[in-house]
């Protein structure tokens, strides 16, 4: 699972406002390496230390077709995916993700318009590497779903654990592979508890604001060199 997902890689980083597009690649078979799930975002910051980029209400979403085998019927197994895409566009809240240059995650946050909503959403992933486009990563099915209450305790708990399972019981997913994505969810935990960047962040400086226009995906968006 763990693929280098460098591809056309950008060294320049992107401006404030541009939209882009964030990426998770796998390889799929004989299909080889291709884009397993694409949405379109507005860069709020990109430098040095961090990565932040919002998908407002509409924004291009790309996802794989098929017919899934995995549980809840998702699809899991490479020869799920017929190797067509299904257009569709971000619903609910909008959403910003918060990736620290070089961690194995990002985290997401979804304001309503009013307020930030009660969860924090840490996506397992390889670091973001910065392409033509947008960002590159891999989802690695693991996340980590933390809250806190009136007295600033947090509670954590994981989703899609048994997706993993899936992975692991299809041999998609090597021991090692498994040992490092528990890992990383630990440390993802220990990061919560512990406060560091960005859960000690103040976020009302990525704030999305209610005229932001739905970023559409960019040409080539599909293509993986």
């Known amino acids: 699972m763990h693929d280098d997902v460098a591809t056309n890689v950008r060294s320049e980083p992107f401006c404030a406002g541009e939209s882009v597009a964030l990426r998770s690649l796998h390889t799929f078979g004989s299909r080889g390496r291709a884009v397993s799930f694409a949405v379109a975002g507005r860069v709020l910051v990109d430098d040095g230390d961090v990565a932040v980029v919002a998908s407002p209400l509409g924004a291009a979403v790309r996802r794989r077709a098929g017919v899934g085998s995995g549980p809840n019927a998702r699809l899991v197994l490479p020869a799920d995916w017929d190797g067509s895409y299904i257009e569709d566009s971000w619903f ?45 990563s891999q989802d690695w099915t693991l996340d980590v779903i933390a809250r806190r209450d009136a007295e600033g305790r947090w509670s954590i708990r994981y989703k899609d654990e048994d997706e993993l399972a899936f992975y692991a019981d299809k041999g998609l997913l090597s021991d090692a592979d498994g040992a490092t994505i528990e890992r990383t969810g630990e440390d993802a935990a220990a990061a919560v508890h512990a406060g560091s960047f960005p859960f000690d962040a103040d976020w009302s400086q990525w704030t999305p604001q209610p005229n932001w226009s739905a970023p559409q995906m960019p040409p080539g968006w ?4």
């Open 92 to 136: 609910g809240a909008p959403v910003v993700r918060v990736h620290p240059k070089g961690a194995a995650w990002s985290v997401w946050r979804w304001h309503d318009g009013t307020q930030w909503l009660p969860d924090w959403y840490i996506n397992l992933e390889l670091p973001w590497v910065r392409t033509s486009m947008g960002f590159d």
């Open 222 to 225: 599909d293509a993986v060199q």
